[in-house]
């Protein structure tokens, strides 16, 4: 199986094994290495993007293969053309794998049934966010070598949250112990994790702050931003309390002084670029593995 849906059906050995080549890639920073030339590789955004998009681009353009970009905003799906026909279509043209962002849940997993060519899940809505998850993996690992045994607590929005899902998902294959971290109408009670307090959270060795997403939310959701930082933000006298070891991440994009204070996201325990950065080796090894 080379496309990528999501990590909780993946192996762990499977998950092991594209961290590994990720820092194979990582060592071996040669701008264009051209091993996957001849192949096409096409962006599918139903929905924006701008790190996950632009990483992937980079990631193909160094493996050597040619990129088509696909944006539904300048396409026939403007004119109507459903998800399926236009990813059909570009099946039709002979690209080699598909990434694709699409918002409704469930329906990757649809097309992955009817499509040939391999699939790489770049977010599908609440779902799954794969190679984000992958990343984040890979950036706890950088800085403390093992997540067995790792606190990792993802605060915020959980509801909505593809990545809180894939993070879970994973981060246990590899014992570490995951907490959320919510408020009550933001929670997703279906997932098997415990909800403990912003005190508590800040205790762990990785504090994951998640985006509110104020596109995904029914109206008056959020009553106050203001309110909302107050009681879940990642505020500079929070951010003061967490361990010395401690590291903050978050997927990014990041609403500044909402869910965390502008100043910590370049704070020396954030690993929010970084995080950005190991986007690029991540997904040459999960592009690599599709098309090889
Ligand atoms: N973290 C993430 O998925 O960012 P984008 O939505 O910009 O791709």
């Given at each position: 199986e080379r496309s990528l849906l999501g990590l909780k059906d993946l192996d762990k050995e499977e998950i092991e094994s594209i961290l590994e080549r990720a820092a194979y890639w990582e060592k071996h920073?040669?701008?264009?290495?051209?091993?996957?030339?001849?192949k096409f590789a096409a962006n599918m955004f139903f929905e924006n993007s701008t790190r996950t998009r632009f990483s992937f681009e980079v990631a193909e353009k160094r493996l050597g293969a040619e990129v088509i970009n696909f944006s539904a905003a300048a396409s026939s799906v403007e004119k109507g053309e459903s998800i399926y026909d236009t990813v059909r279509t570009l099946e039709s043209m002979g690209i080699d794998v598909g990434v694709i962002r699409l918002k409704p849940a469930g329906l990757l997993a649809e097309l992955a049934e009817k499509i040939k060519v391999p699939l790489v899940n770049a977010g599908d809505g609440n779902n799954e966010h794969p190679t984000q998850a992958l990343l984040d993996m890979y950036t706890m690992r950088k800085q403390f070598g093992s997540l067995r045994g790792l606190n990792v607590s993802i605060v915020g929005?959980?509801?909505?949250?593809r990545v809180a899902r894939s993070n879970l998902y994973a981060l246990r294959k590899f014992g570490a112990n995951v907490s959320f971290c919510a408020p009550d109408n933001m929670q997703a009670k279906e997932l098997d994790a415990p909800y403990i307090s912003m005190d508590e959270a800040l205790k762990a060795d990785v504090v994951m702050m998640l985006r509110v997403q104020l596109e995904r939310h029914e109206s008056g959701m959020l009553n106050s931003a203001e309110a909302y930082r107050e009681q879940y933000g990642l505020t500079v006298e929070r951010a003061?309390?967490?361990?010395?070891h401690a590291i903050i991440m978050h997927p990014a994009p990041v609403n500044r002084d909402v869910e965390?204070?502008?100043?910590?996201?370049?704070?020396?325990?954030?690993?929010i670029f970084p995080q950005m950065e190991n986007g690029v080796p991540i997904r040459m090894a999960v592009i690599e593995r599709a098309l090889s």
């Open positions: 920073p040669v701008k264009v290495h051209g091993g996957q030339q001849g929005d959980i509801l909505h949250s003061q309390r967490i361990a010395p965390i204070d502008g100043v910590l996201v370049e704070h020396p325990q954030s690993r």
